[in-house]
């Protein structure tokens, strides 16, 4: 019978460097190795790559009769989804599989072994130990508590992330016409920009089939705001062609929506 020991490390984007977790699981290991897995890969679901074989490795490791640690950096390299982290923390535990989590060693399978074994033993008092079983009862109500407060922590952390990353693309937007405003030019959106670009190709003005009341209607803004794209655009062309200008078009327009 082995003793084996696993670690796993993630980053969501192959920007993003795994340096910082392998230091820190080597500091923990101090001189002993790992087998390692590393993704990078959301961890908003469990079904990511070298996860999947590091599930497969522990569940034959098992079936062998050997000893099993998996060492993680932190819980939300395990999992950002609460009830598929839960459900795979609590598989492995009663599997007999060992979890160290070196941010929160408070929720470790060591950590809630311990609340099981520090159970208070009857003591033959019918009466008493009603008391007894539910107090050991509620003790392992809270260890558990503990772990689905972690992983519901992990899962809001990217949530959080997200609404950060939308409410930091909307200031930026802000701040891009108020810039523009201030500078005396005018903020050019993508939509804008995709009628612009439609306008140079089917205008009667620009050498197309359609007058501007039908080009209006075809893409459903008012007259108004086709005669004023008309006069931005014969400003914008300034002695370029309409080839040239379609092109700074797309341009823009492919600028922005990678934005």
């Given at each position: 019978?082995a ?5 796993y ?10 340096e910082?977790q392998?230091k ?8 002993e190795?790992?087998i ?8 908003t ?11 497969k490795?522990v ?15 932190s ?6 989804n609460?009830?598929?982290?839960i ?13 160290v989590?070196?941010n ?16 208070i033993?009857?003591?033959g008092?019918?009466?008493a130990?009603?008391?007894i ?30 609404t950060?990353?939308k409410?930091?693309?909307?200031t ?15 903020f050019?959106?993508?939509?804008e920009?995709?009628?612009k670009i439609a ?6 003005v ?10 209006a209607?075809?893409?459903k ?17 300034n002695?370029s ?6 092109k700074?078009?797309?341009t ?8």
């Amino acid at each position: 019978m082995a003793n084996k020991i696993y670690s796993y490390i993630r980053v969501s984007t192959a920007k993003q460097s795994l340096e910082r977790q392998r230091k820190n699981i080597n500091a923990y290991l101090k001189g002993e190795s790992s087998i390692q897995f590393a993704d990078e890969y959301t961890g908003t679901t469990m079904h990511r790559p070298h996860f999947a074989e590091l599930c497969k490795a522990v569940d034959k490791d098992i079936n062998n009769g050997d000893t099993v640690t998996i060492i993680f950096d932190s819980v939300s390299r395990m999992s950002r989804n609460a009830a598929e982290g839960i459900e795979q923390y609590f598989k492995w535990l009663n599997m007999g599989v060992s979890l160290v989590f070196l941010n929160e060693h408070y929720i470790d399978t060591a950590t809630y072994r311990a609340a099981e074994k520090s159970s208070i033993p009857e003591t033959g008092n019918e009466i008493a130990d009603i008391y007894i079983n539910a107090t050991n009862q509620v003790l392992m109500i809270l260890a558990r508590k503990q772990i689905e407060i972690a992983f519901a922590q992990s899962e809001k952390e990217v949530a959080d992330l997200k609404t950060r990353t939308k409410q930091g693309m909307a200031t930026k937007g802000a701040a891009d016409k108020i810039s523009a405003a201030r500078t005396g030019k005018t903020f050019v959106t993508a939509a804008e920009l995709k009628i612009k670009i439609a306008a140079l190709k089917k205008l009667k003005v620009f050498g197309g089939a359609l007058n501007q009341s039908e080009f209006a209607a075809s893409q459903k803004v008012t007259r108004m705001t086709i005669y004023r794209y008309i006069q931005d655009i014969k400003n914008d062309l300034n002695g370029s062609s309409i080839t040239e200008l379609t092109k700074r078009y797309n341009t823009q327009l492919k600028a922005k929506e990678q934005a």
